[in-house]
């Protein structure tokens, strides 16, 4: 018998946030994303089937209650043959209570999960790890799969010492994708072809998933339109100090802090926004938007499922 967890996430993590849920249940999940108008007939069909992988793990993305409702009964239905996930990414989803016990609330939980395993994997070997440590450990491992490869590197290099600190973590622990990603982007920024497609060749054979990369790429675009709307603030021949002095004006002359600040430009770390500034200035609004609305349509299409997710991606970046 299987179970249904419902979790509350955010666009930007779901791709992790569910792969990771559903290793709960497999080493190797296939995993059937669902989301739009097309869910409730994949529903049914999966209900009915007589015979069904029971490594399958169905994620119901951001479902209407109304929905969950008309397929009550195939959802439990598959609940005696497969697993499920319901993942939200608004805070405040109107779940059926059929679903059971309350959401998991993916950012919080994560935090206290990790420390958790890192906590019982280093004791059982006789070794602490200070805070500083464990803050950097968890900013730099994104997919929590990587986290006991990482730990087993980590003890290792700290040899018979009996606490792991922050230099230790530094010097063993690199940054995941996020440092190719940002290659990416620059590679498309700079027109630089050859150099884009083998570099997004080389995060999709990694196992990035698409959906990773076009997450990102949003977010980049998203930051460039905000550059852009006070790119008359700077110039291109100013120099990282000045663009620093002017750089804390904006953040000081808005009238609202806003919840998520990741997502929005005056609340990014001085140098990269630097660069970010800069890199707007290569682009056009038009063209910005354009990228934009083609990750937008993207997405629409990976998740209603569709052949040629790569090459629909590849073509438009080739095309800015």
Do not use: C
């Amino acid at each position: 018998m299987g179970e249904i967890i419902v979790a509350i996430g955010s666009k930007d993590n779901l791709v992790e946030d569910i792969s990771l849920l559903a290793r709960k249940w497999s080493e190797n999940p296939r995993i059937v994303a669902l989301t739009g108008p097309t869910m409730k007939a994949a529903i049914v069909e999966k209900a009915s089937a007589l015979f069904i992988d029971t490594t399958t793990v169905l994620a119901l993305i951001d479902p209407d209650r109304s929905l969950l409702e008309s397929v009550k009964d195939q959802l439990l239905t598959l609940k005696e043959k497969i697993n499920s996930i319901v993942y939200y990414t608004g805070s405040k989803p109107d779940v059926p209570a059929f679903l059971g016990s309350a959401p998991l609330q993916m950012e919080q939980d994560r935090e206290t999960r990790m420390r958790e395993r890192v906590l019982s994997f280093i004791r059982a070997r006789g070794k602490k790890m200070t805070d500083k440590a464990f803050a950097l450990l968890k900013e730099r491992i994104k997919d929590e799969v990587l986290l006991q490869q990482e730990l087993g590197k980590l003890l290792d290099y700290v040899g018979d010492r009996a606490t792991i600190g922050l230099r230790d973590v530094a010097a063993v622990v690199t940054q995941t994708h996020e440092d190719t990603l940002i290659s990416l982007f620059e590679a498309m920024a700079q027109r630089n072809h050859k150099e884009l497609v083998s570099i997004l060749e080389n995060l999709l054979a990694q196992g990035v998933h698409i959906l990773a990369v076009q997450s990102f790429l949003v977010r980049q675009i998203r930051l460039l339109l905000q550059a852009k709307d006070i790119e008359d603030l700077f110039t291109s021949e100013m120099d990282y100090k000045m663009f620093s002095k002017t750089f804390t004006t904006v953040k000081e002359s808005l009238d609202f802090v806003p919840q998520e600040r990741k997502h929005y430009f005056p609340y990014q770390k001085p140098y990269y926004a630097f660069k970010l500034s800069k890199t707007s200035m290569k682009f056009s609004r038009k063209e910005l938007t354009s990228l934009l609305g083609m990750l937008a349509h993207l997405d629409a299409l990976i998740k209603k499922g569709t052949k040629y997710d790569r090459i629909r991606l590849e073509t438009g970046l080739l095309e800015v």
